[in-house]
């Protein structure tokens, strides 16, 4: 019999845990079907607004790769390279909300057991603005999403009251999601950026807010490197660049430490994890530190654009790792390293006796 790979994540069931992440991969419906035809549990698609979306003129992504015996990191492609990272200033979907609601409703009908996941994002400086995040919502959901993920992340937005600039503000994220929770009538998922000191701090405002879930990491704001012959950035416009986003392996073990801060400081909640995932191992991480789901971008957009390969990996891994572990579903090995994870005092001493967290022995902590 074949291994139950299904879950339950805030109130919906997932044939499997793997969802592409919002991104080029998700930006048509020609791709989510096809997504959904390769075996991919959910999808969340490609950020939708309201606002005039012009990408920059230039190329939107591209892949940093290194050579395995010269520490020479590079956008150019040269043989017998390893990818190190994406690196995208993209912005969210230039398809207009009008575009986006019957593809929606078209791919839940050909798809109704697979999870649409509506991604959506608009300002929050005034009442008209929260009013656009509500808009969005009840026309995605009213298309027959399954549910909605609050873009509070884009790093890539000039206005100071939209993507990673709420999300760097608990208030406003807080404000945000009870906008959206008024009028959804789907689970609400909040997708919070990277680029803050404490991003507890970030989930807790959505959690007040009402959020169902917090889903981490976006990309990691970063910069193309300077060729050293030509002294241009590797990426530019007319000479000109601007922080853009990091994705891919570079960011996994950076995305599992923002993932363990979030899962340590709410056990029970619900966590969509994401950041460098490439094979179930990478997944395992993200469960075994208490994530339900977690999602995929960079590895999908190398692999035919939707990872046909990466899913099916993903899947088998996951089936072998079970049998192997005697596990009989997600709930059997969900968190279970999640406690692994403490001070640095905590772990032990070469000389036990003669460390007291940087104090002198016997001084009064704090
Ligand atoms: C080209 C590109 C476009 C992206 N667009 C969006 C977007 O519209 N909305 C969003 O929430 N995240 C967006 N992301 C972020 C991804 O969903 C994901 O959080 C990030 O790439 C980290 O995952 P990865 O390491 O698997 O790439 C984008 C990423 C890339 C590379």
């Known amino acids: 019999m074949a291994t139950n790979l299904s879950v339950s994540f805030t109130g919906l069931r997932f044939e499997n845990p793997f969802l592409l992440a919002s ?36 190329p939107k992504t591209t892949f940093l790769s290194a050579t395995p015996d010269s520490p020479n990191l590079s956008i150019r492609k040269r043989p017998g390279t390893a990818l190190h990272s994406s690196w995208n200033w993209e912005l969210i979907s230039d398809k207009t909300l009008d575009w986006w609601m019957p593809r929606i409703a078209r791919i839940k009908k050909a798809h109704p057991t697979r999870v649409l996941v509506a991604s959506i994002m608009a300002g929050s400086g005034n009442d008209n ?36 600039n709420i999300g760097k503000d608990a208030q406003l ?59 241009e950035f590797e990426v530019n416009v007319d000479g000109l660049i601007s922080l853009g986003g990091l994705g891919g392996p570079a960011i996994l073990p950076l995305s599992l430490a923002k993932m363990a801060q979030l899962t340590q400081a ?3 909640r619900a966590f969509s994890g994401i950041g460098g995932i490439a094979e ?27 990872g046909p390969n990466i899913i099916k990996d993903l899947k088998s891994g996951m089936a072998e790792a079970m049998e192997r572990n005697g596990w009989t579903s997600l709930d059997d090995f969900i968190g279970q390293r999640r406690d692994r994870i403490v001070a640095h005092s905590k772990i032990r001493r070469q000389d036990p006796e003669a460390y007291h967290g940087g104090y002198e022995a016997g001084q009064a902590k704090g």
């Open 129 to 164: 603005e929260l009013g656009h995040w509500q808009t969005l919502a009840k026309a995605c959901q009213d298309e027959g999403a399954d549910a909605l993920e609050l873009n509070l992340s884009c790093p890539h937005m000039d206005r100071v009251d939209m993507g990673s």
């Open 266 to 268: 709410f056990p029970g």
């Open 280 to 306: 179930f191992g990478h997944a395992l991480n993200y469960f075994l530190l208490g994530c339900g789901t977690v999602q995929v971008c960079t590895a999908a957009m190398l692999d035919h654009a939707i």
């Open 23 to 58: 991104a080029p991969p998700t930006e048509s419906e020609n791709n989510i079907m096809r997504a959904f035809d390769a075996g991919w549990g959910g999808v969340v698609t490609k950020t939708i607004g309201l606002h005039p979306v012009v990408d920059v003129a230039g």
């Open 173 to 231: 994220i807080s404000t945000v999601t009870r906008a959206v929770k008024e009028v959804a009538r789907v689970p609400v998922w909040a997708k919070l950026t990277p680029s803050t000191t404490d991003v507890v701090v970030e989930a807790r405002g959505a959690f007040l807010g009402g959020a169902d879930a917090i889903t981490s990491s976006n990309t990691f704001p970063s910069l193309p490197l300077i060729d050293p012959e030509t002294l």
